[in-house]
């Protein structure tokens, strides 16, 4: 099972940006899609962004769209999540996460995920 380590996130105000970066223990190609969850404490996970590591193709949450990119560098086996234009409700713990069960099905619970980074918490200031 790919291990998966964060790293960036932090403090910011409204209107910056941060870019959250995810290197895999293995190949990223070994991986069917890879993706950027958010969670708070007693919240249901959500999806933000998805990227299909074969052919690149991404998908983002209404929230993301316009303001986040996701990322892929399969020569240094890393995901990023480009985050800009962060607004207060951006504010949670970050996770990114590996499926590699290369099975069709919706992306955005992260329940076919089975691998987890340590997530990095994100918080913007008005």
């Known amino acids: 099972q790919v291990q998966l380590v964060q790293s960036g996130g932090g403090s910011v105000q409204t209107g910056g940006s941060l870019r959250l970066s995810c290197v895999a223990s293995e190949s990223t190609r070994s991986t069917y899609r890879m993706g950027w969850f958010r969670q708070s404490p007693g919240q249901r996970r959500q999806g933000v962004a998805v990227i299909y590591t074969g052919g690149g193709t991404s998908f983002y949450a209404e929230s993301a769209k316009g303001r986040f990119i996701i990322s892929q560098d399969h020569a240094a086996n890393t995901l990023y999540l480009q985050m800009n234009s962060l607004k207060p409700d951006d504010s949670d713990m970050y996770y990114c996460?590996?499926?590699?069960?290369?099975?069709?099905?919706?992306?955005?619970?992260?329940?076919?995920?089975?691998?987890w980074g340590q997530g990095t918490q994100v918080t913007v200031s008005s």
């Open positions: 996460a590996a499926d590699s069960s290369f099975r069709a099905g919706t992306w955005y619970s992260g329940d076919s995920f089975s691998s």
